[in-house]
């Protein structure tokens, strides 16, 4: 079987990555994580790809707070281009990514978002969606464009916001699915194209 390589993108605990890496590890996903890449030096996602023994690179990203520099962003193109990767996965990647990446991987840049999209872009979601009053929230997995967590939708999983619910308990139930619905989504990707793929439709050639 061939195993579709990918890498994750990451600034903060990593936890998703930790999924995606565990069920690599138990055979039940046809990937083979490549790369791991955060713009964060101290970040444990690179502590859990170190742990997983999965290559890792701090990307030191230059002089914005939200993106990349330019030709920071041309260099982690390179990166990923050596390690010949067909899927990128963003798993709490704060950076907004520009034309070099969205060019570069059209169509092959996904993301993980804590509520129901198209409702609560942006940061920390599950507050967002706390502080409205909504009764159901929950996560969103969608290929990656220009806007914050926007982009055509690819799966999406509802929890409950129960009554005494405060921003920690709900963001941890919401990233207990994530942990499931993310995997489950790379998995479709890698059935789809993990032999691939000359020329599948909506997996255009670079
Ligand atoms: C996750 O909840 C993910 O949905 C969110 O960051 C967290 C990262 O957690 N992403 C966004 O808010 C993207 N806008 P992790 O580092 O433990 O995987």
Redesign the pocket.
């Known amino acids: 079987m061939t195993r579709l390589p990918i890498a994750i993108l990451?600034?903060?605990?990593?936890?998703?990555?930790?999924?995606i890496l565990e069920r690599i590890r138990s055979g039940d996903l046809a990937a083979e994580a490549r790369l791991v890449v955060s713009d964060v030096l101290d970040a444990?996602?690179l502590d859990i790809a170190r742990e997983f023994g999965v290559a890792n690179a701090y990307l030191p990203p230059g002089r914005f707070r939200t993106r990349l520099e330019p030709a920071i962003e041309e260099q982690l193109v390179q990166m990923l281009r050596n390690a010949n990767i067909e899927l990128v996965v963003?798993?709490?990647?704060?950076r907004v990514l520009h034309e070099p990446m969205l060019k570069a991987f059209p169509r092959r840049i996904i993301?993980?978002?804590?509520s129901l999209l198209p409702k609560f872009?942006?940061?920390?979601?599950?507050k967002q969606a706390l502080v409205s009053g909504e009764t159901v929230t929950g996560?969103t997995a969608h290929y990656v464009d220009e806007r914050?967590?926007h982009g055509q939708i690819l799966a999406k999983r509802e929890v409950r916001i129960l009554p005494n619910d405060t921003a920690e308990s709900l963001?941890a139930r919401?990233?207990v699915v994530?942990h499931e619905l993310y995997p489950a989504v790379i998995a479709e990707f890698c059935e789809r194209y993990g032999d691939a793929t000359e020329q599948v439709e909506g997996w255009p050639d670079r």
Do not use: T
Not at 10 to 19: D, E, I, L, Y
């Open positions: 990451g600034s903060g605990k990593g936890s998703n990555c930790r999924a444990p996602i963003l798993a709490g990647f704060m993301n993980i978002h804590p872009p942006g940061l920390e979601a599950w996560c914050i967590d963001h919401i990233q994530e």
